[in-house]
T-cell receptor
């Protein structure tokens, strides 16, 4: 069964550095999402992406964050200047169409030192 | 603002028991509700998706019901097995959103052999 794949599985970065998290959504899916989960807390929505543009973003998704779909297969989340509180598990998700379920990747654990 | 609550936070049952996990949401204007399973350190596996017009969905030993007017959903697991041990998350897509999901904190299930 097709899967959403995320790389790397674990990223350790110094505070203030830029980090790029990568995702390959399921190939025929049209809607793409990033979520994060701080240890012990709820999964939180960050941003949704459709038709090559951001369709919705949360208060968490400030100017430090950006997303790109550079080549029709990858979907990336960039954090420009990381902070300690950015440490979390970041999940990418995709879905085929509006009435279909979202499918999640295994996540990238981001640790900011 | 939509809030999703899951009760209980943790549940331990002997193998073979039938069990019910509860999810409640504050705003009944939802598009759909999705149940996920999360294993430790892993991503989210979609279990069932219920559209707002539906009352229930079934997949194998799992049955999810939705009572939109009262803001509740239940996940029924029949004949539980040790392999069912995981955290179960409930998430709703609110009516005004572009598809982002709002999650509960989950119920951590432990099925003892």
């Amino acid at each position: 069964e097709p899967e959403v794949t995320q790389t790397p599985s674990h990223q350790v970065t110094q505070m203030g550095q830029e980090v790029i998290l990568r995702c390959v959504p399921i190939s025929n899916h049209l809607y793409f999402y990033w979520y994060r989960q701080i240890l012990g807390q709820k999964v939180e929505f960050l941003v949704s992406f459709y038709n090559n543009e951001i369709s919705e973003k949360s208060e968490i998704f400030d100017d430090q964050f950006s997303v790109e779909r550079p080549d029709g297969s990858n979907f990336t989340l960039k954090i420009r200047s990381t902070k300690l509180e950015d440490s979390a598990m970041y999940f990418c998700a995709s879905k085929k169409d509006t009435l279909y379920p979202q499918h999640f990747g295994d996540g990238t654990r981001l640790s900011i030192l | 603002k939509q809030e999703v609550t899951q009760i209980p936070a943790a549940l331990s049952v002997p193998e073979g028991e039938n069990l019910v996990l509860n999810c409640s949401f504050t705003d009944s204007a939802i598009y759909n509700l999705q149940w996920f399973r999360q294993d430790p350190g892993k991503g989210l596996t979609s279990l069932l998706l219920i559209q707002s017009s539906q009352r229930e969905q079934t997949s194998g030993r799992l049955n999810a019901s939705l009572d939109k007017s009262s803001g509740r959903s239940t996940l029924y697991i029949a004949a539980s097995q040790p392999g069912d041990s995981a955290t179960y998350l409930c998430a709703v897509r609110s009516g005004g959103s572009q598809g982002n999901l709002i999650f509960g904190k989950g119920t951590k299930l432990s099925v003892k052999p």
